[in-house]
T-cell receptor
Framework: DGGITQSPKYLFRKEGQNVTLSCEQN?????MYWYRQDPGQGLRLIYY???????QKGDIAEGYSVSREKKESFPLTVTSAQKNPTAFYLC???????????FGPGTRLTVT | AQSVTQLDSQVPVFEEAPVELRCNYS??????LFWYVQYPNQGLQLLLK??????LVKGINGFEAEFNKSQTSFHLRKPSVHISDTAEYFC????????????FGQGTELSVKP
């Protein structure tokens, strides 16, 4: 079964801790993305990667970091510098940036 | 720069009634267009896409959309909705020639009432 997996579904952290969200795809897609979703604000792009070992900042990259060491994996680290980290995080992939994106089930991060 | 406007943030409708969710985009070049659906606490699922060819595109769950280049619109329609269609719907556009990224609209919350 091809698709995108994100784990865990729910994640709880204390303020001041870094946390890494997992995203894996077995669709053989070159491009991968991370979005943040807050109520009433649609999707906001955090980072994206078009190829292994390369990635670009999206609209709200501050306080986040990513790596792309393997084609199938694109983990997102939410650092303690992110002021409002509590949100729903979505990972996606596509064969190219202008084509349809396929989304994972999301990770809901709560920081207290 | 490209942008996408979903003209209604919320659309309430009764079960078995028709519905249209409106999407307009701004772009001076050729575009690809997409509609996605998101159920609560889930990821987005592709409903349909327009890449080229016929301007009337049929998707899953009985939805269809029509690409209107002159009006730069890509409205989503369903002739008869079900309670299970209650969800958030996102329109997205990408620039064909410049390899741009998908730009998403702000979403339309469809609420189907019995």
């Amino acid at each position: 079964d091809g698709g995108i997996t994100q784990s865990p579904k729910y994640l709880f952290r204390k303020e001041g801790q870094n946390v890494t969200l997992s995203c894996e795809q077995n669709l053989n897609h070159d491009a991968m993305y991370w979005y943040r979703q807050d109520p009433g604000q649609g999707l906001r792009l955090i980072y994206y990667s078009q190829i292994v070992n390369d990635f670009q900042k999206g609209d709200i990259a501050e306080g986040y970091s990513v790596s792309r060491e393997k084609k199938e994996s694109f983990p997102l680290t939410v650092t303690s510098a992110q002021k409002n980290p509590t949100a729903f995080y979505l990972c996606a992939s596509s064969i190219g940036t202008k084509y349809e994106q396929y989304f994972g089930p999301g990770t809901r991060l709560t920081v207290t | 720069a490209q942008s996408v406007t979903q003209l209604d943030s919320q659309v309430p409708v009764f079960e078995e009634a028709p519905v249209e969710l409106r999407c307009n985009y701004s772009s001076s070049v050729s575009v690809y267009l997409f509609w996605y659906v998101q159920y609560p606490n889930q990821g987005l699922q592709l409903l349909l896409k327009y890449l080229s060819g016929s301007t009337l595109v049929k998707g899953i769950n009985g939805f269809e959309a029509e690409f209107n280049k002159s009006q730069t619109s890509f409205h989503l329609r369903k002739p008869s909705v079900h309670i299970s269609d209650t969800a958030e719907y996102f329109c997205a556009v990408s620039d064909v020639n410049q390899g741009g990224k998908l730009i998403f609209g702000q979403g339309t919350e469809l609420s189907v009432k019995p």
